[in-house]
């Protein structure tokens, strides 16, 4: 095989992989989660004699320390963190379809579909992004509108610290200016989806190097 073949295929095999872990990321629960299903959850919890005092539908520590304690006496995985096994053992039936968590798969499929993409300053389409270009369009594919800038964003959903960060999250960083000056999608494992000024769209670690130095906030829309 070529060795130009060979890279495209490695570099494709590799996109898809990025995505599938990313998209099994998205079926769980876990803190920072609210909701209906959430109360479910944590009514269900409290029929097994494990302490929540509020069941608000919101999956604080309280509720997180309480899927712990289950997760222990079921001989489960302990991570506080309600994926396919814990929900069955819990719930006795399968983690329901979710329309976020499908939303978000579009989100991601659009973004990583476009990887190479150049950086073109003021770009909104697949012939050139800017970071909130790029967002803009993923989201947009997905039949969820953003503001065009990436300050605006900022403020287009519901803040959330870093130990909260999912697939799907728009996270945010200080560059050129002061505030949220740049944006990507958060895909998992401490990675992000952008369209970089030197690099067009590709995959960055989030936490480290020159982004960690500038990390500024996320938000969830989904």
Known sequence: MPVVKRKVL????????????????????????????????????????????NIDGDFGPETERAVKNFQADKGLEVDGIVGSATYRALMNREMPPNRSNSVVRNVLRSAYSVIGTPYVFGGTTPYGFDCSGFTQYAFARAGVYLPRMADSQFYSGRQISMSQLRPGDLIFFSTYEPGASHVGIYVGDGNFIHAGTSTGVTVSSAFTGYWGARYYGACRVL
């Open 10 to 53: 490695v570099f494709c095999m590799t996109v898809l992989f990025s995505l599938s872990c990313a998209v099994t990321a998205l079926a769980s629960f876990q803190r920072g989660d609210d909701g209906q299903e959430v109360v479910a959850i944590q009514k269900r919890l409290v029929e097994l004699s494990y302490s929540i005092n």
